[in-house]
């Protein structure tokens, strides 16, 4: 059959009764393709339409549609070609088909298509065939094929036949075109790999390679040459890439397309191509369905797989699943429903592509499903065409390259749509003045408006738009008309033909297009005639023309999809708009049912209903309802509810919108018309709809169809009795529980108003928009754990109604799967939580808005195993319950929200269990009643057709109908038939608690009364008459003999021997979270009993977990305390000892770890029945004699600390050990849930009362846990090791201690200090608290006061003195517990702190543990064994082997400069008393009288046993001699000694031995002894006093000011300290020296900081000690000795004191007496390398100037002459850079020298008596004469100036004036005459200064001075 004559011929005359004569008036030419063109001319530019037809070109006016310019192929017509510009080309044309041609220019931004389509019909190049190699896709092979290069494109063609199987067009080409291949081994090669054409529209590329006889580089560069002259396009060739043909073929492969995206259905159709398989297939006029069935002759048909996503239709391969064809929705500008063929349709594009053809049995379906996509994601109406768009209709067709530089817009500017209005106008007019009297007049009408329809998009003209009259009259007149004398329920009208029906809808797309311009609506709503013309068109019989109009009606009344910005922007004139539409079409009452009618036929199209629900939404739903006639409104509700069954029918529909509307409008009826909802609700119970959607509902995969069931479920079953009871018995109660939750306001407005997402974008928005808010729609996507709905797609699928569509639902069930389990929820934490209707588990389509605006979110990735419930967003459905809410209200009453959620989730609950075992149960037997109605439907309707959905009206009563039985139906679930129930809960789940033993926080209806059953079920034997053999007869097989156990409360099918244990948990769990509200239980004293005699371990562990429970209630502590709870508590604490594995601490020593690998301790020993004694034995042995049944509960047993035998029952650490069955807990456990019941003990009663006073007596608790029965194992718990033990056992211990003297002083005994400092771990800080409250509270003196003199050192006071540092007792003690944890657990080194892991872990812990010995592995076989205290040799650390510790300060560290140059001292003054005091100490520590032959007689131990050899081992006595005795000392082994001090210890301490109290004094002194030696501790130690005094120096130099009040008190020490025998000339020897340089510093810093030090220093004579020590190191001292020579730096500090000590006019008398000092005075100015002595030596000068006698002794000494040479050393200019930085040595010497020049000036100033400083002195004639001969008088002047820049400058610089004549000659005659007079001294020493009055310098002999007199 010709299928495309018959689809895109011209079209009969439009009225289906037109006549005869206007059928046979020849039309106008079919148009091939139409452009607009601007034609260059001399005239100018002319704009013109250049229309292309089989036989010519034509050129028109756009404004009239007249031919201007007419050329014919044959004659007048030769080529066309591009010109350089991008849009002109010329047509070479002659006018007379005679003369020459001639090229008229055009120019057209769609060049490439017109050249194109000229080009096809007049080629203009010559075709040139290539030999080439298709690169096979399936084969991965070469094959031979030839390609054509034409005027247009590529032809690929078969080497042998010839025939065509693909081509290319160039305009169709991508960017880049051409890419080339690489070679086999990815090397870029011209010729080496072949070349790929890239096509546009999603297409696959093809690769080939040039064959023998031609190259790739010759078929590249024809192809290239050839667009670019015939079409003007430059096909890019992109040679960048070193892709190889393998790997062309896996990306082709592999190409992903729309993966990620949400897939919206999937097909089965049949693809018709062309013969060419290329995009230049474009059908032509007389293509049609060839043999092969295809198009065209060649034409063939391929199965395909259509498939529709957000954004993309995919062809894909059936066979591999591959996509072959990829093109985006936004592409596609129309669908096409062939109205001759059933099944064909084909999609239009507004790219360029050509039109796909398809044909699928489910036509309709997978249109209306496209429709329906398209529509919701452009929100514009896309037009569905009865036949193809001819190619000569559209004016600037889209096309390939051209296409993609002008994108395509859907709107039309108002220039184009006014011309074609006016095209439109033109003939219209003669169609309406005709009356068939013009021939063709309506055939040209008819002409002008196919060509209107495919200019004009389908969403209209321009708004503001104005359309003459007679054009909508000539299209109403084209209208056919209805009769009037139908009826409401009359069947449509016949249908007419195909070809007349698509006419009719061209007519009403027309007229659509028209009516969005304001005045033509107005117009039409004004005409009447036009009204009941549209309304009539609903009756028509053809489907097709009825969707039209009803698109149409929809638009007018505010329906169907649209840019929803228009309503808000113009929202008061749109609702008026609306209104009167609505009024206006709906005049006449009988347009309701006709409307409603066309849904009642069973095999309705889904277009039409698709449209006519368009209808009922804009009439009843929002945001358009509103603007609805009241009457109208409940007369079109009640028709549709009148549907019933038939409305159910389109939830089956294939649009997703038609189904979300139709739940919009259920919701509607059941808000609005409570009678029509009730009658629904029981139709859809009866009918099994109801049954169905809980199905789809519970487990469709996520998506639109299951939310819409979930929405449906919630509006038939919403208090609606028989549905809930119906829910009732099919789910179980505890999930049924959740739709009796509270759900608040807002969450119920959220339900109510959105009730679907994917309505979102169409009502949601708007509705947000009427009422003033915005709400934001995220894009839809799958969740991650969501069930691919490919088998839920609608491929090959009929009519969707009747129970077809229930019968594919089952079938599909039996195929998918569920989505993955989510975590498990627990709805008991929660608060109440809101309804939101349509949310799940997952973030799927429907309700992602709301669950994303939603506080509470769902983890939907957890593990659905999970054992507790963790989520705390779900009410609590036992306790929690809606309130009534009025029928008829329209809001929903139960929380269906929380129901849909709590129902995909994962629960494991002690009121429900629900998991995926479940679901599938619930799955299964709701598959198979479905399965079972269909089945009895069926079998109805082959009895009675139809009958199964028929009307509910009265002519069918008597017909045979089915209805479910809904009332018996039930499901059990098996999975559950072994689950122990006790009072409706499920007693191993309500057990199953966290990992650490909390109860979950779950709600129970009565608390009580559950606990008390459970008490109730616990104290009755579970395995009495109940089982056989030990086994449960349900576990033995059915019988009918047997009662049914199973519906047994507290046995669920299960029971015996578990339910005491089960019951004992559940207990637990009740009474912990319900304790308040159940109160004290009479049952704990027997609970404690029980506790301690069973022989049940796990038993025992959970009555544990259950007393643990009870210590919540005072009334219980009490009753558990009067039975013996105490010491049982603690009896089970100490099984933590025999953890087997411990937790690991990165700090543990080697020592620790290797306990792991030792021997048992063998500790038990037991008498036979023989009566002997066997053993020692270990623990296991014990339990291997038990099983073999060698003893027996009346053995005999003992251990150590066990004061005597005892039977096996009576020893409750081996009663227990014995137990049967497997434990609960681990021993780790068990201790912490002992200390847990502990703490509540000793917490229930307070030792102080209301006033805050002490109770006495103590008590009960607090004095059975400080007894030697429990405390000692409290304080050995801290040696498990365990974090939380050693946290809450040093916890428990401070408050035992706490406000209890007597257990107070003696905690040291227990050994609890030594164990807290073994615990390697880092949580210190109850540790900590526990030391600071006892540490210096214990009597470990041995007396039976703990009191010690707080006048004694901390660490004497501390039981930890000798055990740490003292800088950690000192933070301890002064800083408290939390700085003390830290500083422990830190990496220290400074002056405060020095402490570091390893001194923690390789000294304390290690000598600590080597001291407690092998207790830690008896306890692990004997828990009750006692430590015997004994008391712990001092810990040594060697990082403070050479350190000294004073107040709270190391003084090596602090003295260090380089590494702590600045650390902060604080409280001086006690660190100054600290200082002086160990000072004094140490200066009087005299060696002990004890020697150490006597000290190693008192230790029993002899120095062979001790000394260690060179080799390790011991020597004999024989090599000891007395002189290397004290070598010898220092090699004691001091293991060996400690283990000796140890073994005394323990024997003599008076805790064990009160008489040897004096022995163990002894013991103490020796070891202290002996100790000493090691250390080198007897007597003073240099090293220490250096440190004491450096540390004083620092003190002084840094906070001097501080200290100024206070008077030195060490002088006397410090004088002793320098004074030097005169016969001593060892005194500066490396052991003496830097003792005596920090002495000597140490006076010069006390007396510069306060002048009371310095008056106490002469009061002491110290000045002759430190003249004496100057004297002598004078004599060492030259004037090139360097300034840190001992001697050198000695000199410098005592002339710094006597700088001092010269202020005062004592010390000035001290000097003038001391003979010798002033010389050494003069003689310190010589020391040229220690500037520093030499300033001090000048200031000192200068201060003891102002005595006319020390003047004299000054002079006398030489000082002119030593100091006069330091006035020629001032340089200005390094003064002037000494702000500045100065760098190298020479710099700072100069700086040094200009000081010593200006001291010099002052100190001859002062000398003189010139006072220049403003302090007076003596007038001095005999040496200011003497300066003024040797300065010059002027230069001598100036020292009254101060300072003494001017004379300094003055001397060191050349002058020459009248006054002064001073140069380097006269330099060079005084520093001569200086030298001279350094060398004249007197006999006795002195120097005289008459010659140097009488100096005169050569230089100026020949001057004359005038002296002027005044």
């Not at 004139?573 to 206006?584: I, P, R």
């Not at 549905?723 to 009796?740: K, N």
């Not at 939750?741 to 997402?757: A, K």
């Not at 600290?1474 to 000072?1479: D, E, G, K, R």
Request: aromatic share 8%.
């Amino acid at each position: 059959m010709d299928f495309a004559s018959r689809h895109t011929a011209s079209a009969p005359p439009p009225a289906a009764g037109a006549d005869a004569s206007s059928s046979a008036v020849t039309e106008e030419p079919e148009y091939l393709a139409r452009y607009f063109v601007v034609k260059h001319s001399w005239r100018g530019r002319y704009r013109r339409i250049l229309c292309i037809e089989a036989s010519g070109v034509v050129t028109l006016d756009p404004g009239t549609l007249a031919v201007t310019n007419s050329y014919d192929f044959g004659a007048e017509f030769d080529r066309a070609a591009p010109e350089s510009n991008a849009t002109e080309f010329t047509l070479s044309v002659r006018t007379d088909g005679k003369g020459k041609f001639k090229a008229m220019r055009f120019s057209s931004p769609l060049r490439a298509g017109i050249l194109t389509e000229l080009h096809r019909l007049r080629p203009v190049h010559p075709v040139v065939e290539f030999p080439v190699l298709h690169l096979r896709r399936r084969t991965q092979e070469w094959a031979p094929f030839k390609i054509k290069v034409t005027s247009l494109g590529i032809e690929l063609l078969e080497v042998h036949s010839g025939n065509l199987r693909w081509c290319l067009d160039f305009r169709d080409m991508d960017s880049p075109a051409i890419l080339l291949l690489g070679d086999s081994y990815g090397r870029r090669s011209a010729e080496g790999g072949g070349f790929v054409l890239c096509p546009l529209y999603g297409r696959k590329s093809k690769a080939f390679m040039a064959a023998s006889g031609s190259t790739n580089t010759v078929i590249i560069s024809y192809l290239t040459k050839t667009a670019k002259s015939s079409i003007g396009l430059s096909l890019s060739v992109d040679n960048s890439q070193s892709m190889t043909a393998a790997d062309f073929i896996a990306k082709r492969a592999n190409e992903a397309v729309g993966a990620a995206e949400t897939r919206h259905g999937e097909w089965s159709v049949i693809r018709l191509r062309p013969a060419a398989h290329g995009t230049a297939c474009i059908e032509s006029l007389s293509l049609g369905i060839g043999p092969r069935g295809g198009l065209g002759e060649q034409g063939d048909s391929v199965s395909r797989q259509l498939v529709l996503t957000n954004t993309s239709l995919v062809e894909r391969r059936p066979e591999n699943y591959e996509a072959t064809i990829v093109r985006p929705l936004s592409a596609v500008s129309a669908l096409v429903r062939f109205a001759e063929e059933p099944q064909m349709f084909a999609f239009e594009f507004n790219d360029g592509c050509p039109i796909h053809v398809y044909a699928s049995t489910s036509r309709d379906n997978l249109i209306a499903t496209v429709l329906d996509v398209l529509q919701t994601q452009r929100q514009c109406a896309i037009p569905v065409l009865p036949r193809l768009t001819m190619p000569g209709h559209r004016i600037d067709p889209p096309c390939g390259a051209s296409n993609l530089q002008i994108p395509h817009h859907a709107a039309v500017d108002m220039e184009a749509a006014n011309m074609y209005i006016k095209h439109l106008a033109a003939v219209a007019k003669e169609a309406v003045a005709s009356s068939d009297t013009i021939p063709g007049a309506k055939i040209r009408l008819w002409r002008r408006i196919r060509e209107f329809n495919a200019c004009i998009p389908y969403t209209g003209v321009p708004i503001n738009i104005e359309v003459p009259e007679v054009v909508l009259m000539a299209l109403i007149s084209l209208l056919p008309a209805t009769p009037q004398n139908l009826t409401a329920d009359a069947p449509p009208l016949p249908p007419p033909s195909p070809k007349a029906a698509a006419t009719i809808m061209g007519f009403v797309a027309c007229l659509r297009r028209l009516l969005t311009s304001r005045s033509v609506s107005s117009h039409v709503m004004a005409f009447p005639v036009a009204v009941g013309r549209i309304m009539g068109l609903l009756r028509n019989g053809s489907e097709g023309v009825a969707a039209e109009a009803a698109g149409l009606v929809a638009m007018l009344i505010g329906g169907g999809p649209g840019d929803t910005s228009m309503l808000m922007d113009t929202r008061g004139e749109s609702h008026a708009t609306y209104m009167h539409a609505k009024s206006v079409l709906f005049a006449q009452p009988i347009y309701v049912p006709v409307l409603v009618s066309r849904l009642k036929p069973l095999s309705v199209s889904p277009l039409l209903s698709l449209s006519v629900v368009e209808i009922l939404e804009a009439m009843l739903c929002d945001p358009h309802g509103e603007t609805t006639q009241h009457a109208t409104f409940v007369e079109l509700l009640r028709q549709v509810a009148g549907l019933r069954r038939r409305l159910f029918a389109l939830f089956a529909h294939p649009a997703e919108s038609v189904r979300e509307t139709i739940s919009v409008i259920m919701r509607t009826i059941a808000e609005e018309d409570a009678i029509a909802a009730e009658s629904m609700r029981d139709a859809a119970l009866k009918d099994g709809a109801l049954l169905r959607h809980l199905l789809n509902a519970f487990f469709f995969p996520a998506g639109e169809r299951r939310d819409v069931s979930r929405q449906l479920v919630a509006l038939w079953a919403d208090s609606y009795q028989p549905a809930l009871d119906l829910l009732s018995r099919i789910l179980p109660p505890g999930l049924v529980a959740y739709l009796h939750t509270r759900s608040d306001e807002d969450s119920q407005n959220q339900y109510d108003e959105v009730p679907l997402s994917r309505r979102q974008r169409r009502i949601l928005q708007q509705r947000r928009a009427l009422g003033g808010k915005s709400t934001e729609t995220p894009e839809q996507g799958m969740p991650p754990n969501s069930v691919d709905d490919g088998d839920f797609r609608h491929a090959n699928v009929g009519p969707y109604g009747g129970a077809d569509v229930h019968q594919r639902h089952v079938s599909q069930y039996s195929t998918a799967h569920t989505p993955s389990p989510a975590t498990s929820v627990d709805p008991s934490r929660a608060v109440p939580h809101v309804a939101v209707p349509e949310s799940v588990p997952e973030n799927h389509q429907l309700g992602i808005s709301q669950l994303n605006s939603h506080p509470y979110s769902v983890d939907s990735t957890a593990n659905g195993d999970l054992i507790e419930s963790s989520h705390s967003d779900f009410s609590v459905p036992a306790q929690v319950v809606v309130g009534n809410t009025p029928v008829g209200s329209g809001r929903l009453l139960c929380n269906w929200y929380g129901f849909w959620r709590a129902f995909g989730l994962d629960h494991n609950r002690a009121d429900l269990i629900w998991n995926e075992r479940t679901r599938q149960e619930l799955r299964e037997a709701l598959q198979a009643e479905v399965h079972n109605l269909d089945v009895e439907k069926e079998r109805t309707d082959d009895i009675v057709p139809g009958s199964s959905v028929s009307e509910d009206d009265g002519s069918s009563d008597t017909l045979p109908r089915i209805s479910w039985n809904y009332a018996e139906f039930l499901v059990s679930y098996p999975s559950l038939s072994k689950e122990v129930c006790v009072g409706q809960y499920y007693l191993r789940l309500l057990l199953e608690s966290g990992s650490n033993y909390r109860a979950q926080d779950f709600p129970l209806r009565d608390p009580v009364a559950f606990f008390r059953a459970l008490y109730h079920r616990f104290l009755c034997d579970a395995d009495i008459g109940l089982t056989v053999d030990g086994a449960v007869p349900d576990e033995l097989g059915s019988s009918d003999d047997w009662c049914d156990m199973g519906r047994l409360d507290g046995f669920g099918g299960g029971g015996g021997s578990s339910v005491r244990d089960l019951c004992s948990r559940a207990m637990a769990i009740v009474y912990e979270q319900h304790y308040k509200v159940i109160g004290p239980f009479d049952g704990t004293a027997h609970i404690t009993v029980l506790l301690d005699r069973t022989d049940d371990r796990a038993l025992r562990h959970r009555l544990l977990l259950l007393l643990k429970a009870f210590m919540n209630d005072l009334s219980n502590v009490e009753a558990c305390v009067l039975v013996g709870g105490c010491v049982l508590a603690v009896d089970l604490l100490t099984v933590a000892h025999e953890a087997s594995e411990r937790t690991a601490i990165p700090l543990q020593s080697n020592l620790i770890a290797s306990t792991a690998f030792t021997e048992p301790s063998k500790e038990w020993m037991y008498i036979d029945k023989d009566g002997t004694k066997v053993g020692p034995l270990e623990k296991d042995a014990i339990r291997r004699l038990w099983s073999k049944k060698s003893i027996d509960w009346t053995t005999k047993c003992w251990a150590s600390s066990m004061s005597d035998w005892k039977r096996l029952r009576d020893i409750r650490e081996l009663r227990w050990a014995l137990s049967v069955r497997t434990p609960v807990l681990t021993s780790t456990q068990i201790g912490d849930a002992a200390l847990s019941i502990l703490h509540s003990m000793a917490s229930a009663h307070s030792d102080l009362d209301d006033a805050g006073e002490i109770v006495t007596p103590t008590p009960m608790v607090k004095r059975i846990l400080s007894s030697p029965r429990c405390l000692p194992h409290v304080a050995q718990a801290i040696l498990t090791g365990e974090p939380s033990i050693v946290e809450v056992s040093a916890s428990l211990l401070k408050a035992i201690v706490t406000r209890n003297p007597k257990a107070m002083i003696r905690l040291y005994s227990t050994g609890a200090f030594y164990f807290a400092l073994a615990y390697p771990g880092s949580n210190l800080l109850s540790i900590a608290q526990l030391f600071s409250a006892t540490h210096t509270h214990q009597a470990f003196h041995g007396g039976e006061e703990a009191a010690v003199s707080s006048s004694l050192p901390l660490a004497k006071r501390s039981v930890l003195g000798g055990l740490l540092p003292e800088s950690l007792l000192y933070v301890l003690e002064c800083s408290g517990p939390s700085a003390f944890a830290a500083a422990m657990v830190s990496d220290s080194d400074t002056p405060e702190i020095i402490w570091t892991h390893k001194m923690r872990a390789e000294h304390l812990i290690r000598q600590v543990l080597q001291h407690l010995g092998d207790f830690s592995q008896k306890l692990a076989q004997h828990c009750h064994s006692l430590y015997d205290y004994a008391p712990m040799p001092p810990v040594t650390y060697p990082n403070l082997k050479d350190e000294m510790w004073c107040h709270r300060y190391y003084l090596r560290n602090l003295c260090d400069d380089i590494r702590f140059p600045n650390w902060p001292i604080v409280e001086h003054v006690e660190f100054l008393q600290s200082l002086l005091a160990m000072w004094r100490e140490e200066l009087t520590r005299r060696p002990m009288d004890l020697s150490e032959e006597e000290a190693c007689k008192i230790l029993e131990i002899t120095l062979d046993d001790l000394v260690i050899g060179e080799n390790g081992s011991s020597k004999k006595s024989s090599e000891l001699n007395l002189a290397n005795l004290a070598k010898n000392i220092e090699n004691i082994d001091e293991e060996k000694l400690k283990r000796q001090y140890r073994k005394l210890a323990i024997k003599y301490h008076p805790d064990k031995n009160p008489e040897g109290r004096e022995k163990f004094v002894a013991v103490q002194k020796a070891y202290e002894r002996l100790q000493a030696s090691m250390q080198g501790l007897q007597g003073p130690q240099v090293w220490r006093l250096i440190l004491l005094l450096k540390a004083q120096c620092i003190l002084y130099k840094r906070y001097g000011h501080v200290l100024e009040p206070f008077k030195y008190a060490g002088y006397p020490m410090l004088l002793n300290a320098v004074t030097v025998d005169k016969d001593d000339s060892n005194f500066l020897s490396s052991d003496r020296a830097p003792l005596l340089i920090a002495a000597s510093e140490l006076i010069w810093l006390t007396c510069a900081s306060s002048s009371l030090n310095g008056e106490e220093l002469i009061r002491d004579s110290g000045i002759p000690l430190l003249a004496t020590l100057l004297s002598r190191c004078m004599g060492i001292v030259q004037p090139t000795t360097p300034a840190h020579e001992p001697a050198a730096r000695i000199v410098t500090n005592i002339m710094h004191t006597f700088s001092v000590l010269s202020q005062f006019e004592s010390g000035r008398l001290e000097i003038l007496k001391f003979g010798g000092l002033v010389e050494d005075i003069v003689h310190c100015t010589e020391l040229e390398f220690v500037p520093s002595a030499v300033d001090a030596a000048l200031q000192t000068a200068a201060n003891v100037s102002v005595s006319s006698e020390l003047q004299n002794a000054l002079l006398a000494a030489g000082f002119l002459w030593f100091v006069l040479p330091l006035l020629l050393q001032y340089d200005s200019t390094a003064e002037e850079n000494e702000t500045n930085e100065s760098h190298g040595v020479g710099a700072r010497v100069q700086i040094a020298k200009n000081l010593h020049a200006i001291h010099t000036a002052q100190a001859l100033s002062k000398l003189c008596g010139l006072g220049g400083d403003g302090i007076s002195s003596p007038s001095n004639l005999p040496a200011f004469n003497t300066l003024r001969a040797l300065l010059t008088p002027r230069l001598a002047d100036m020292l009254r100036n101060y300072p003494p820049k001017e004379l300094l400058s003055n001397l060191n610089s050349n002058l020459e004036s009248p006054e002064i004549i001073w140069n380097s000659s006269t330099r060079g005659e005084l520093l001569k005459f200086v030298d001279e007079q350094r060398t004249s001294q007197g006999p006795d020493g002195s120097y005289d200064l008459t010659e140097s009055q009488s100096f005169t310098y050569q230089a100026l002999s020949k001057e004359l001075k005038l002296v002027m007199s005044t």
